[in-house]
Nanobody
Framework: QLQFVESGGGLVQPGGSLRLSCAPSGFTLGDYAIGWFRQAPGKEREGVACINGFGTKYIDSVKGRFTISGDDAWNTWYLQMNSLKPEDTAVYYC??????????????????WGQGTQVIVSS
C-alpha cells in the first residue's frame, strides 16, 4: 500500500502563508498526477489543486494565492498557500494516481491518499 508523509499544516493568521509538503514513503511517482484536497468541518472534500506533466489546475477560490509544485525528482510535492483566509481552514490531503491527460480535481480519480494535515486560519 502506497503511503505518503504530509507536513506543514498549522495555525496561521489571516493573510499569512503556509507550505504543505507531501512525499511518498519508499516510492517515486514520476508520471502520476498529484492532487491536493481539503475538507472543512461539515463540508464535503474538495479538490484544491493538481499537477501532472500536462500542467496544473486550481479551484477558483485559490487561484492567485496557492501554487502547487514538485521538486526536480518528483519525490516531494508542495502546496504553497499565501494570503490565507479563514475559509481556507480545513484538513488538507495529498493524493496521487495516474491520469492519461490533464490532472483532475475529482477525488474519485485518485487511489492513493495521505493522512491529512490540519490548517487553521484564525486571528
Amino acid at each position: 500500500q502506497l503511503q505518503f508523509v504530509e507536513s506543514g499544516g498549522g495555525l496561521v493568521q489571516p493573510g499569512g502563508s503556509l507550505r504543505l509538503s507531501c512525499a511518498p514513503s519508499g516510492f517515486t511517482l514520476g508520471d502520476y498526477a498529484i492532487g491536493w484536497f481539503r475538507q472543512a468541518p461539515g463540508k464535503e472534500r474538495e479538490g484544491v489543486a493538481c499537477i501532472n506533466g500536462f500542467g496544473t489546475k486550481y479551484i477558483d477560490s485559490v487561484k492567485g494565492r496557492f501554487t502547487i509544485s514538485g521538486d526536480d525528482a518528483w519525490n516531494t510535492w508542495y502546496l504553497q498557500m499565501n494570503s490565507l483566509k479563514p475559509e481556507d481552514t480545513a484538513v488538507y490531503y495529498c493524493a496521487a494516481d495516474w491520469h492519461p491527460d490533464s490532472c483532475s480535481l475529482t477525488q474519485g480519480r485518485y487511489e492513493f491518499w495521505g493522512q491529512g494535515t490540519q490548517v487553521i486560519v484564525s486571528s
